[in-house]
Nanobody, 114 residues
Framework: QVQLVESGGGLVQTGGSLRLSCVVS????????IGWYRQVAGKKREFIGR???????MYDVSVKGRFTISRDNAKTTAYLQMNSLKPEDTAVYYC????????WGQGTQVTVYS
């Protein structure tokens, strides 16, 4: 059974930083790409970036240059470093396996205030 556990969210001022973690269990982590997503209440979940099994990241234009995705295969953990945060980054953040999407975890709330 695959489990996805996101953590690291919180309340931060505009321009601040947070690092989110995504611990994955139940799959061979090192063989899977990992995606990061976010969802605002009442809106669709949106894709913001991913990291390949070999460690190559790619980003949606909305976060490119501000967010950095990394991974530690030994810890079966993916990270989302978020810098220069804006109020519009406020959302619940999720991770998932790509392409074999698994049941979503609980996510972690990020709130950016001005």
């Amino acid at each position: 059974q695959v489990q996805l556990v996101e953590s690291g969210g919180g309340l931060v001022q505009t321009g601040g930083s947070l690092r989110l973690s995504c611990v994955v269990s139940g799959v061979t982590f090192s063989l899977n790409d990992i995606g990061w997503y976010r969802q605002v209440a009442g809106k669709k979940r949106e894709f913001i970036g991913r990291i390949s099994s070999s460690g190559s990241p790619m980003y949606d234009v909305s976060v490119k240059g501000r967010f950095t995705i990394s991974r530690d295969n030994a810890k079966t953990t993916a990270y989302l470093q978020m810098n220069s945060l804006k109020p519009e980054d406020t959302a619940v953040y999720y991770c998932n396996v790509i392409p074999n999407q698994q049941p979503w975890g609980q996510g972690t709330q990020v709130t950016v205030y001005s």
